[in-house]
């Protein structure tokens, strides 16, 4: 179990009542997303789709790595983490 | 008697609000900023209703006591996940009466029976036999009229595109095409009868038989539910369009032609409010206070709203950010000290 940080997006704020940077005790990076979406119920439509999965346009970072990359986003957390909420943006 | 109009843009929702005269305007700063806000109402007990939408975010639906204090609603509409849809915004919001619907993209109608809170799919419509033949418009696939019969609401109405309008008489449980009279935009080849493309609906106050419909293809009206439908175009400068309103008190209707669906511009480059005050069989333009020299901006299907007051207010805002009032019935026109995102919605409230 490691506590770990999670930063949201400005556009996000009213969902959680200004909280962008939360703290959070999770051992997964599934765990992590739980317990944010345990606190701030309005959070998981805006993050996750009818698939259950990111929305297409939403990435999420733990620590450097987009978990767009990885096989699985079942991957363990350690103290002092961080999962970041981005929107990808594209175009000029 | 003043007013309020939740101004909904691509980037946020604006409050305008007026004096007793509603001839001196205050426009707020934005609300839901950054947000597509595509739909407001208000129920009978005073509680306001917003629907938001997103890009990346996807939709969401909002309810205030006060405008000031918003609360996002947690189990608002949804797809369930086996259906393999998505929903990705909500057009309408409908709170009575009866019950509370809401009509969204990819086309479905919900409702709610506790002001809101939660939502049921309207399955006899969602699941018509036709719906793997739904095709989208230009706009998507969206469910973005409701109307209700006040005398008897287990009658109601729905609007898709681009597919047609269904009525249900027996409170949403089965729906039947309502689209006799209007030609279709894409015939389907299994279903004569959808393919229609309908850009908004409004019915008489009084005589729910009595609807009004803009169509891809014209302007219609049905005097029988919408079991038939003949056209009502004299005097319209084009077939084409999306807003359509009516003052209930005097049963004055109003539109915005645009050239085409191929150009989708006000015509001539004047823009220009239409009006029927004989149930839709003449149609007068109305240009005072309007721009009538190079004005290409749109209004979109929810961009133009009425006040019922006396005499009718009229709103409109514009693909351009602009938005017009008139607190005469439309004889003249003023334009709101702002220039806004593009407008998407426009919802106008009586403040008493």
């Excluded at chain 1, 179990?1 to 962008?20: W, Y």
């Excluded at chain 1, 957390?77 to 990808?88: E, K, S, V």
């Amino acid at each position: 179990m490691g506590k770990v940080t999670i930063e949201l997006p400005s556009v996000l704020d009213a969902v959680v009542d200004g909280n962008r940077t939360l703290s959070f005790d999770a051992e997964t990076l599934p765990g992590a997303l739980a317990a944010l979406t345990k606190r701030y119920p309005g959070l998981a439509v805006h993050l996750f789709d009818e698939t259950g999965g990111f929305r297409e346009h939403v990435l999420c970072f733990h620590n450097k790595i987009n978990t767009r990359w990885l096989e699985s986003i079942d991957v363990p957390l350690r103290d002092g983490d961080t999962i970041t909420i981005l929107q990808a943006v594209s175009g000029g | 008697m003043s007013v309020t109009l939740i101004l909904g843009t691509a980037k946020g929702a604006f409050l305008a609000t007026s004096d007793k005269d509603r001839s001196a305007w205050t426009v707020g700063d934005p609300l839901f900023k950054g947000w597509k806000v595509t739909a407001s109402a208000r129920d009978d007990g005073g509680r306001y209703f917003v629907a938001t939408a997103s890009d990346v975010y996807g939709p969401a639906l909002h309810v205030s006591d006060d405008l000031k204090k918003w609360r996002q609603i947690e189990k608002g509409p949804a797809w369930r996940q086996d259906l393999d849809r998505k929903l990705t915004q909500i057009w309408t919001l409908h709170p009575g009466p009866g019950r509370f619907y809401a009509g969204v993209d990819e086309a479905g109608l919900f409702a709610s029976d506790d002001r809101g809170e939660t939502w049921s799919p309207v399955e006899g419509l969602n699941e018509h036999a036709t719906r793997s033949n739904w095709s989208p418009g230009n706009g998507g696939l969206c469910a973005h009229a409701v109307l209700v019969d006040p005398k008897n609401t287990l009658r109601v109405w729905c609007g898709i595109s681009a597919v047609g309008v269904f009525r249900s008489d027996d409170g949403g449980v089965s729906w039947h095409i309502r689209n006799k009279g209007i030609p279709a935009v894409i015939e389907d080849k299994q279903h004569k009868d959808i393919g229609c493309c309908v850009h908004g609906l409004v019915a008489d106050p009084d005589d729910a038989n009595t609807i009004y419909r803009r169509e891809h293809n014209g302007m219609f009206r049905s005097r029988d539910g919408g079991d038939s439908w003949q056209r009502i175009e004299n005097g319209l400068p084009s077939w084409f369009g999306f807003p359509i309103a009516m003052d209930r008190r005097t049963r004055t209707l109003f539109v915005h032609p645009m050239e085409s669906d191929e150009y989708r511009m006000p015509v001539d480059g004047q823009f220009r409010i239409y009006r029927s005050r004989d149930g839709g069989d003449c149609w007068e333009p109305l240009t005072n206070g309007l721009p009538q020299d190079g004005a290409y901006m749109g209004v979109l299907r929810s961009a133009m709203d009425v006040d019922h007051l006396d005499p009718c207010g009229v709103y409109v805002g514009t693909t351009a950010g602009t938005v017009y009032v008139s607190n005469d019935t439309g004889d003249s026109w003023t334009q709101l000290p702002c220039t806004l995102p593009r407008v998407l919605s426009v919802s106008v409230f009586n403040d008493g």
